[in-house]
């Protein structure tokens, strides 16, 4: 089944050791999200990419990096995690047309990745 | 902000009852989707409704756009203790990003 996986589902890192989480999709779609959700909050869109296009969030801290070596996977890395970065962090992907830009289609999740800091 | 704020935050029901959320937004809109979350799980989409649509329906959620009002109502008929979820409505304008809303949180007792 066509679908969008992360891995690890639950990753635990130092206060200040770099992380890195991946995203795959099968879907074949063109955007790629990331986003942040602490407890009880609203996801909150960090950066997306439009094919290799790299779309920052004006209020997305520094610390947080992307990369997008082909269609199929992204990475989200963190440089110095704080206690504050500690979040569930969710990727995302949707067909887009130029018609309907960003928000024509509906968005895929993945399961997400618990992200711990200690 | 876009942002579509959810109403009410928690909603507790019997199985068999129906649950009604709510979401309202400040500017017009393409379109408006909602979106379920199970407990540290990722969204799943339910309905998509354009800003031209006034009603749309799939199997056992209703969901109207009143774009007057800016507001938006997804309804659960015959709940179940499967529908035990954070609900949230996405609003987005033309040519830009989703912006979720804070969640619905629907506990279905059995």
């Known amino acids: ?118 | 902000s876009q942002q579509g704020e959810e109403d009410p935050q928690a909603l507790s029901i019997q199985e068999g009852e129906n649950a009604t959320m709510n979401c309202s937004y400040k500017t017009s809109i393409n379109n408006l989707q909602w979106y379920r979350q199970n407990s540290g799980r990722g969204l799943v989409h339910l309905i998509l409704i354009r800003s031209n649509e006034r009603e749309k329906h799939s199997g056992r959620l209703r969901v109207t756009l009143d774009t007057s009002k800016k507001s938006s109502s997804l309804l659960i008929t015959a709940s179940r203790a499967a529908d035990t979820a954070s609900y949230f409505c996405a609003t987005g304008e033309e040519y830009s990003t989703l912006t979720f809303g804070k969640g619905t949180m629907l506990l279905v007792s059995p």
């Open chain 1, 1 to 118: 089944d066509a679908m969008v996986i992360q891995n690890p589902r639950y990753q635990v890192t130092q206060f200040g050791k770099p992380v890195t989480l991946s995203c795959s999709q099968t879907l074949n779609h063109n955007v790629m999200y990331w986003y942040q959700q602490k407890s009880s909050q609203a996801p909150k869109l960090l950066f997306h990419y439009y094919d290799k296009d790299f779309n920052n969030e004006a209020d997305t801290p520094d610390n947080f990096q992307s990369r997008r070596p082909n269609t199929s996977f992204c990475f989200l890395d963190i440089r110095s995690p704080g206690l504050g970065d500690a979040a569930m962090y969710l990727c995302a992907t949707s067909r887009d047309s130029r018609g309907q830009g960003l928000v024509g289609y509906e968005q895929y999740f993945g399961p997400g990745t618990r992200l711990t800091v200690t």
